[in-house]
């Protein structure tokens, strides 16, 4: 988890399907620990408030272990107890509920149940709804960035469940603490999951998330797998002859070799798309940081990570660019008439279709500052200009590298690859320039 790209940025991002991811840990752990018996309703508890406070869908995680339990008590006939325990972890996961209802309701003044909203919108909408109208991708999409945040890693939890399920018919004695059945249950969330979002049409890498920590628990099952049949006696002549310290070896390396990758790959994201959380820095400085103004973007209005990044009096706006889709809204700062943080009122012209609003797009002339990027593959347009081009209006304030994925190849966008004379050409990063722009005071 600590070498893994995935974990790396999935961590400390503000997002809901973050909270569920470690709240999955939690409950995980909760189902784990059986030395004082079963403690199902811990784990429910744990899963409910991830899929309450957090994001809805983490609940089917809990699935396979409520499977276990019916079977469990179907097999031992106590019903009664399996009840008792669901019911306890049921309840424990409601407490949280009115807290959560009475904060929206302070902050939206209507009774809201904001994870069946979410649910009711991105399964019940409708064909005009939903989340495919923001964009679909191939089957394949989670196989590929999987591997890409976990290389190796994927791989192996891929096979901890067939690992298992080999070692129950080859193995006379368990290879490990809990019965092969339990751990086979503990796998499954993992594959339940990678399945639910595989099927859907819109995938996004966030999705994934909650099954991150399920990942590397699957890629450790399958790593003490494969390490107790690298290390059991064998009757093949071959196997025999090999060492156990060429063994070792073995399994050392491709453990260094997928620590390295992960290692590579997280300082190829931080190096190449750090840009748009450092480029507003200039804004903080003396003569900036109390100036009342409008920082707007226009075709990087996707990149911008949050208006926390904005000194406290300057606002974001966007600027009309080729993307034709549903721009973000702006809570009200009305002061008066309203009270206390008027967030209940809704924004104007929002609607739940990803339909274009104009009134989200600001006049350029009203932008003091301005965030754009150049590459050298992509082309200009009358939508998106290179506003960096325009020393006239605009004088730069500061620029960043950010990696021009359109020249660069494949494997140095996947990993980082130094700025080396050594390194073919071909195979070096190729940057383009993501600049924060100050209007000049002589222009319009």
Request: glycine share 6%; net charge positive; with cysteine.
């Amino acid at each position: 988890m600590a070498t893994a790209p995935g974990m790396f940025h999935a961590s400390v991002a503000y997002l809901p399907s973050s909270f569920a991811m470690y709240i999955t840990m939690m409950g995980m752990a909760a189902f784990m620990d059986t030395e004082d018996g079963l403690k199902t309703h811990k784990g429910i508890m744990w899963f409910g408030i991830g899929a309450t406070v957090g994001w809805p869908f983490s609940a089917a995680l809990v699935m396979p272990f409520l499977l276990e339990e019916l079977v469990f008590a179907k097999v031992t006939g106590n019903i009664s107890e399996m009840a008792h325990r669901i019911t306890d972890g049921g309840i424990r996961s409601l407490i949280i509920v009115p807290f959560q209802v009475g904060i929206d309701l302070f902050f939206y003044h209507k009774m809201l149940f904001v994870p069946w909203r979410i649910v009711s919108y991105n399964i019940f909408s409708g064909s005009s709804r939903g989340p495919d109208i923001f964009g679909t991708e191939p089957w394949h999409f989670y196989i590929r960035n999987l591997f890409l945040n976990f290389n190796a890693w994927f791989l192996l939890a891929m096979c901890a469940g067939p690992l298992l399920l080999l070692s129950f018919v080859t193995q006379q004695h368990p290879i490990t603490r809990a019965p092969v059945w339990r751990s086979m249950i503990y796998t499954t969330p993992f594959y339940l999951w990678f399945a639910i979002f595989t099927v859907q049409a819109h995938k996004e890498e966030r999705f994934m998330y909650p099954a991150y920590p399920l990942l590397c628990f699957n890629a450790a099952i399958a790593m003490h797998v494969f390490l107790h049949y690298l290390g059991r006696p064998n009757q093949v002549f071959i196997y025999r002859k090999i060492p156990v310290k060429l063994k070792m070896l073995f399994a050392l390396g491709g453990v260094l070799l997928a620590v390295t990758a992960g290692v590579l790959r997280t300082m190829g994201i931080v190096s190449a798309y750090r840009a748009p959380l450092a480029i507003y820095k200039p804004l903080e400085t003396p003569g900036f940081v109390d100036t009342e103004a409008i920082v707007c973007l226009g075709k990087e209005w996707y990149r911008f990570p949050s208006s926390y990044f904005l000194p406290k009096k300057m606002r974001a706006a966007f600027v009309k660019s080729a993307f034709d889709g549903l721009l973000p809204g702006r809570f009200s700062e009305a002061t008066t008439g309203f009270g206390l943080y008027p967030t209940w009122l809704v924004p104007p012209g929002m609607n739940d279709q990803n339909i274009e609003d104009p009134g989200k797009h600001t006049d350029i002339r009203h932008c003091s500052f301005l965030v754009d990027s150049r590459f050298a593959g992509s082309e200009p347009s009358n939508l998106e200009p290179v506003y960096i081009a325009d020393t006239k209006t605009w004088e730069v304030m500061q620029c960043q590298d950010f990696l021009d994925v359109s020249q660069t190849h494949p494997l140095s966008r996947v990993f980082w690859t130094p700025e080396w004379n050594i390194i073919p050409a071909r195979y070096r990063r190729k940057y383009g320039q993501y600049c924060l722009l100050r209007r000049k005071s002589s222009a319009n």
